[in-house]
């Protein structure tokens, strides 16, 4: 009678590659003609391919797929994907990924204000990858002195958080000390503008290198889920850059729930930190201003809500814009420098909300607001009571 074991030896690994990769081994103890297959390392490429999307071993020392597997993706292929470091208020976004011989850690950081167009600032983590010998080696890239020992823990069963502790700190260290370190940073933070710095700045500057230091050896990570593409809506959902005033530029991840759009902050400040729901908009009322409507602050709040909602407007369809006299805008200037114009037309604009605070989260409010869509990679947000208008630009860079 024929049977499994009588199938072609490369069946049958055809067969088993289908299995997951933790019930091989399994499957390998089952029988000689089993283990023979199991160790082909086809199966163990398909695993590496279907299980985490590396399909190449270009760049690592050991190249096996079994090893691969074994040794990498089966305790690490978790951290592949983006996640949010709770540092504080700050939050952050660090994205993981298979680069040329190991899994690198980045984080990206919002660029300097207030150029919104400008990618985010990128700067590695830690880095898992194979020795020489086929052991697996955990470095934290942090610091002025090189790599060094780092581990890295699962939080949870769903595999959801993680931990990371630097086992040598003193590596952060700068030879000038403390000062050295804050003029760097600095140095970093600001890149090479000119703005003259306000006391007020200067404080929440040096209050997010202290909050940031005490970060930078243990650390816990989330995993963000960013939104699938949609149909019918005025901009597609995704990371964006935004304008937060003396915060500097901050990232939201815009989303969608029923008939409003949500912006939520994945970094922060002290005032609203990092996951609050920064801004909202209701798409069901959508608006239509004149120019007339637009031209002072005071004019346009003595607008009727009744009088500009058009609830037959079609998605897109361009209509007047104009900054209200009195009203401060902040990284227009780098949009305008983009498109080579000056915005005077707007494709959505619909009544929304902002989350206010003063310092430490406390007496938080939600302060009326125009979310006005210009395009499919720019939104505003008009703080009708802060007289000021936050630009929320695209974030181009790809992770997937
Ligand atoms: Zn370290």
């Not at 823990?153 to 804050?182: I, N, V, W, Y």
């Not at 007339?292 to 009744?306: G, P, R």
């Not at 302060?367 to 008009?382: A, K, N, Q, R």
């Amino acid at each position: 009678m024929a049977t499994i074991l009588s199938l072609p030896p490369e069946l049958l690994t055809y067969l088993l590659s289908f299995l997951p990769g933790v019930d091989l081994p399994r499957a390998a103890s089952v029988c000689k003609q089993f283990n023979e297959s199991v160790a082909v390392d086809l199966v163990w490429q398909k695993r590496c391919n279907v299980e985490y999307g590396v399909d190449k071993l270009e760049g690592w020392r050991k190249p096996t797929f079994r090893d691969m597997y074994a040794k990498i993706l089966h305790p690490y292929g978790y951290l592949l994907g983006l996640w949010q470091p709770e540092i504080g208020p700050y939050g952050g976004l660090v994205y993981i990924e298979v680069v040329y011989g190991s899994i690198l850690a980045t984080l990206y950081q919002p660029p300097c204000d207030p150029n919104v167009t400008a990618p985010l600032r990128k700067k590695a983590c830690f880095s898992i990858t194979l020795t020489e010998d086929g052991r697996t080696e955990l470095r934290c890239l942090k610091g002025p002195k090189g790599p060094h020992k780092c581990v890295i823990t699962s939080q949870d069963d769903m595999k959801e958080s993680f931990c990371a502790k630097c086992c040598k700190p003193d590596k952060h260290r700068h030879e000038g000390g403390r000062t050295e370190e804050l003029q760097a940073w600095l140095e970093e933070e600001l890149g090479n503008s000119e703005e003259f710095l306000h006391d007020h700045i200067q404080e929440l500057l040096l209050m997010k290198f202290m909050i940031k230091s005490q970060y930078e050896t243990v650390c816990l990570y989330k995993r963000i889920h960013l939104p699938e593409p949609m149909h019918n809506v005025p901009i597609q959902p995704g990371l964006f850059k935004g304008t937060y005033g003396s915060h500097g530029v901050e990232v939201v991840n815009l989303t969608y729930q029923d008939m409003q759009i949500l912006g939520t902050k994945v970094t922060g400040d002290p005032n609203v930190p990092a996951c609050q729901l920064s801004i909202e908009a209701d798409l069901s009322e959508p608006l239509r201003l004149s120019l007339e409507q637009q031209q002072t602050l005071a004019i346009l709040e003595l607008v009727d809500k009744e009088d500009v909602i058009v609830r037959d407007q079609g998605l897109g369809e361009e209509q007047p814009f104009k900054l209200p006299h009195g009203v401060s805008d902040r990284g227009m200037n780098h949009i305008q420098d983009r498109i080579h114009k000056t915005i005077t037309t707007c494709r959505a604009r619909y009544f929304g909300t902002g989350l206010i605070a003063s310092h430490g989260f406390m007496n938080s409010s939600r302060t009326p607001g125009h979310l006005i869509v210009f395009s499919e990679d720019v939104f505003g947000f008009l703080w009708l009571e802060l007289r000021s208008l936050s630009i929320y630009s695209r974030v181009h860079e790809k992770f997937v």
